[in-house]
């Protein structure tokens, strides 16, 4: 079924930079033959997924839609990818993305945009613009993605499906290519709620080949779907529906509140002061960051070399810019130049001292509340072309996603409606590992 979709709508959609059908229906009978021999299924069996080509999989090519990994065939497999196929899921490809998880439109693909399903004069969102494409359109079941500042929820909300970003540690990053090590984890992009409960309970869980993830236990995520929400208390900082959201995507906010009301939550309004730092904080942290883990990038150890160079250094350089597109270069720039020497005091150390503030904002209120609640993001999506010329137009648009990964918390997003014929998304964040509040308020919301 998945890939007769895909034969019908891909042409349109261009979700995938990969769709490895002979991989997927091998392991199509293989599960097939499992399942008539075992009363022992995996809780994904046979359900056909979609997988970020940033997360890297054994013997099949992984670009992180950049030119200088066009040529990539991992030797070794993610957790999270072994975690899948332990779960029985089947991999049908490798969705598209910006280049290194760097954007927030899937236009920063070195390869070709995506386009909305829901319009395909607009962008799908991004950094995994491929994976919410793909689920949006029923290609796929449901898929993963990564989240450094956004780019799991911000597509969701983009495209109407539901993306979770789990709190950080939960989900392995070991092999997840590294754009921001301190911000990105992965996380399941789905049809519904119940779906990203069923991926989380898969991918979760402590691996000690990740020295960041966290040795927690893992709470059953499905059994507390029940519906029942009653004395849910729900933030909603004033930061997060005040000027430049949308009013039409306030609108479908509000409305959101009346129906988490009727389900017996209260609702009050908080202040998260320093929301207003935020897009800067993580322009500075994440470059930084990035900058430093692209240096890997060197025509030796991966991907793809110049053939033009005459000695090393001209090699480095060459294949560097070669390789790497605009936005890449971008960040790379901006990163080496926070944490040079003379520089670092001004940007890169203050910059870790507002994160700490953000995070200190979030602790006050979740020593209140259960939740918070707000749009995923100010706008619906836009049109291809509409930001790609103008870097900061691109990056406040992430304005509302940010702050929680700087925080580590975990978020999810799910459809509230349309506005226009596009859709809107509503996020709620909670407070450290505490995923099954999320979930079960968004599952009641649903
Ligand atoms: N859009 C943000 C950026 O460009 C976040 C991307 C992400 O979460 N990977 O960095």
């Not at 990964?405 to 459809?415: Q, V």
Request: with cysteine.
């Amino acid at each position: 079924e998945s890939l007769k979709r895909i034969a019908e709508v891909e042409k349109d959609v261009q979700a995938f930079l990969l769709v490895d059908e002979e991989q997927a229906r091998e392991r199509a009978k293989a599960i097939d033959q499992d399942i008539a021999v075992s009363e022992d299924l995996g809780i994904l069996a046979g359900l056909p997924m979609g997988v970020k080509d940033n997360i890297v999989t054994e013997g099949i090519r992984t670009t992180c839609a950049s030119r200088i990994l066009a040529n990539y065939e991992p030797i070794y497999s993610a957790t999270v990818y072994k975690r899948m196929l332990a779960g029985q899921a089947i991999m049908i490809g490798k969705t598209n993305m910006d280049e290194f998880a760097m954007g927030s439109s899937t236009e920063h693909s070195a390869f070709h945009p995506s386009y909305n399903p829901w319009n395909l004069d607009y962008v799908p969102g991004g950094s995994s613009g491929g994976s919410a494409a793909a689920v949006a359109a029923r290609e796929v079941y449901f898929a993963l993605g990564s989240d450094t500042g956004g780019s799991i929820r911000q597509p969701a909300s983009f495209t109407g499906v539901v993306g979770l970003k789990p709190t950080y540690g939960l989900v392995s990053r070991f092999g997840l290519v590294a754009f921001a090590s301190s911000l990105d984890q992965i996380g399941p992009i789905t049809k519904n709620v119940e779906d990203a409960a069923y991926v989380l309970q898969t991918l979760a869980g402590y691996d000690e080949l990740d020295s960041t993830s966290a040795n927690v236990s893992i709470p059953d995520y499905i059994t507390p779907l029940t519906g029942e929400i009653k004395g849910l208390r729900i933030a909603v900082p004033k930061e997060y529906m005040g000027e430049g959201v949308d009013p039409a995507v306030k609108e479908k906010m509000l409305e959101a509140l009346k129906v988490f009301e009727n389900l017996g939550a209260v609702w009050e309004e908080v202040s998260l002061p320093h929301t207003e730092y935020a897009v800067a904080t993580y322009y500075i942290l994440a470059p930084s960051e990035a900058s430093s883990n692209l240096a890997r990038y060197d025509g030796v150890r991966y991907g793809v070399r110049t053939d033009s160079a005459e000695n090393l250094i001209e090699m480095y350089k060459k294949t560097r810019s070669e390789g790497f597109g605009s936005e890449v270069k971008r960040r790379i720039m901006l990163g080496t130049y926070a944490l040079s020497s003379g520089y670092y005091d001004a940007y890169y150390r203050k910059a870790q001292k507002v994160r700490t503030l953000i995070k200190q904002d979030f602790e006050q209120i979740f020593a209140k509340y259960d939740l918070i609640f707000g749009p995923t993001v100010p706008t619906t999506a836009f049109r291809i072309g509409e930001k790609i010329s103008d870097p900061l137009q691109m990056y406040v648009n992430d304005i509302l996603t940010i702050p929680v990964n700087l925080a580590g918390l975990p978020a999810i997003s799910i459809p509230a409606g349309l506005v226009n014929g596009l859709p809107v998304g509503l996020q709620l964040i909670g407070k450290h590992f505490d995923e099954v509040t999320i979930l079960r308020a968004a599952y009641a919301f649903e």
